[in-house]
């Protein structure tokens, strides 16, 4: 509700791909979860038990973990497949960096790019510039100055990150709770202090001036990475998280349909602990998981991105 | 008079921007996720979102057959986007399972200006509300292909507007350009637009079902 009305407001030509209509694209999934899905069924299965989006990708983090190589875009006639399986919105992993992927995506008409550290980068240095773009980009953030940057190149929607594909929601945990204390720090300087703070954070001060007086980020904030139980995604709203991305925890369970639509009840009623026992019970085997300690540092994927 | 209460359904959407939008214009606002909730307000705001998971959410949670009650009974709603789905008589390119309220008598065609590629920024002029075009946020949106008898048309918008080549993808599902769309309606309490007044900070529609829930309470 911060923005005013834009300068093309008596503008009477149509306006594609702007800030405001990518923006709110996310704005109208919040209080929902988004679904990793490989295949067209997977998809189906997410929509019926609910979800608000579903993420193409060829393989899910646990199974890039398992067998590793470098991991890329998926195949045009999967992501295809999947759209037309579908009525909900589809999003679609891009390699940090790698712009072309992401034409390609908005070639092929996803809704919504991930700029994703769960594949390989393609790039070591530089994100995309995701102005470029009509197609909206979401990325994910470890701390409060990462999903400025990644704001400042034109993300539309910041995920905090965990370590994908283990079942693990310690880090998802950590950066969620990071994010979040470093905006009520914001909210606590006066004025002369937050130009040392952009400068910390290495963002610009605009942007770090508009957060502290909001005491929110720009763009919808969800949190993806490790959350397998209906209680670990009530956990993260609870934390502040205003959805949530479900990778491997529901196709890695033992019965993905109902655990699917239990973690939507969940997000929903995230703080109504009677409606999350109702929701938790009998819902079979969660995926079995890996310490996220387990995972030697070079292989963790929540380090990449900067 | 007391400012009315109205609520905001609360199961998935952009809910925030819509009671913050109902504060500013002086209402009462809170969030209904329950049925006890539902029996506190004076007027209900479908917020955008997923209509599919929002249609879902409602069967679960045990709200429709309250809410079919409270709009037979003459409860203002207003509906934006998902909201204007869940209040059509007749949903086109939805769900089979998907079910809206016994809302308003129209037909609406579900992500029928195209995919996010085709979402945009346009003036729409809305009957009964002064001060010229609303700047209109369309995501993903809906429109209405038909209405039926007592329905009132506030609202068109030209259809199709050009995406950049490069942006619109293949997939421009909408059909050829037939003029205009409608994508503002009104059948007595009921009130449903396709676009998200919450998301530009212009209160005039907010204003608008406000004063016409303070007219039946």
């Known amino acids: 509700m911060s923005e005013t009305t834009s300068p093309n407001a008596s503008d009477t030509t149509p306006v594609v791909g702007s800030a405001r209509v990518k923006r709110g694209m996310a704005e109208m999934l919040k209080g929902g979860v988004i679904m990793d899905v490989v295949t067209p069924e997977q998809a189906k299965i997410a929509e019926d038990a609910g979800a608000v989006a579903v993420m193409a990708l060829e393989r899910v983090p646990a199974d890039i973990r398992a067998q590793g190589g470098v991991s890329r875009m998926s195949d045009p006639d999967m992501i295809d497949g999947i759209i037309d399986a579908v009525s909900i919105p589809v999003m679609a992993k891009a390699r940090i960096g790698h712009f072309v992927e992401a034409q390609i995506l908005q070639a092929l008409g996803v809704d919504y790019v991930d700029e994703s550290e769960v594949l390989t980068p393609a790039d070591y240095a530089n994100h995309i510039d995701k102005w470029a773009f009509t197609v909206p980009f979401v990325c994910g953030a470890t701390n409060l100055g990462e999903a400025l940057r990644r704001i400042t190149e034109g993300a539309a929607m910041i995920r905090s990150k965990g370590e994908a594909g283990t079942g693990d929601v310690s880090n998802a945990t950590t950066h969620m709770r990071k994010i979040r204390q470093e905006i009520r720090r914001l909210q606590t300087l006066p004025t002369d202090e937050l130009y040392v703070a952009a400068k910390e954070l290495q963002a610009p001060y605009e942007l770090v001036k508009e957060v502290a007086e909001a005491g929110k980020l720009p763009v919808v904030l969800f949190t993806a990475g490790g959350i397998a139980t209906p209680a670990d995604a009530a956990m993260m709203m609870q934390l502040g998280a205003e959805g949530v991305f479900v990778g491997s925890g529901i196709f890695k369970s033992g019965n993905p349909a109902q655990r699917a639509a239990a973690i939507v009840k969940a997000t929903t009623f995230h703080d109504d602990p009677d409606v999350l026992a109702k929701v938790s019970r009998g819902l079979g085997e969660a995926m079995v998981g890996i310490n996220v300690d387990d995972i030697p540092v070079p292989h963790r994927l929540a380090d990449r991105g900067w | ?217």
């Not at chain 2, 506190?40 to 249609?55: K, W």
């Not at chain 2, 993808?169 to 037939?178: E, L, M, Q, T």
Request: aromatic share 4%; proline share 7%; with cysteine.
């Open chain 2, 1 to 217: 008079m007391t400012a009315p209460v109205i609520g905001v359904l609360a199961l998935q959407g952009d809910v925030r921007e819509h009671l913050a939008a109902l504060t500013a214009v002086g209402a009462q606002a809170r969030p209904v996720r329950r049925p006890a909730e539902l029996d506190a307000v004076d007027g209900l705001v479908i917020p955008g979102g997923e209509s599919t998971t929002i249609s879902k959410l409602v069967d679960i949670f045990e709200l429709r057959e309250p809410i079919d009650k409270r709009i037979a009974a003459g409860l203002p709603v207003y509906g934006s986007c998902a909201g204007m789905i869940m209040l059509a008589a007749e949903v086109l390119d939805g769900r089979p399972d998907q079910r809206g309220f016994d809302g308003i008598a129209m037909t609406v065609r579900r992500n029928a200006f195209g995919r996010q590629v085709d979402s945009f920024e346009a003036p729409v002029e809305i009957t009964g509300i002064d001060g010229g075009p609303l700047h209109a946020v369309f995501i993903r949106a809906p429109w209405v292909e038909r209405v039926g008898a007592g329905v009132e048309v506030l609202g068109t918008v030209l259809d199709a507007p050009t995406a950049p080549p490069a942006a619109s993808g293949r997939r421009h599902d909408a059909p050829a350009p037939v003029g205009t769309r409608i994508v503002a309606v009104r059948q007595g309490n009921l009130l449903a637009t396709s676009f998200h007044p919450e998301l530009t900070g212009d209160l005039r529609l907010h204003r608008y079902f406000v004063r016409l829930v303070g007219a039946v309470s």
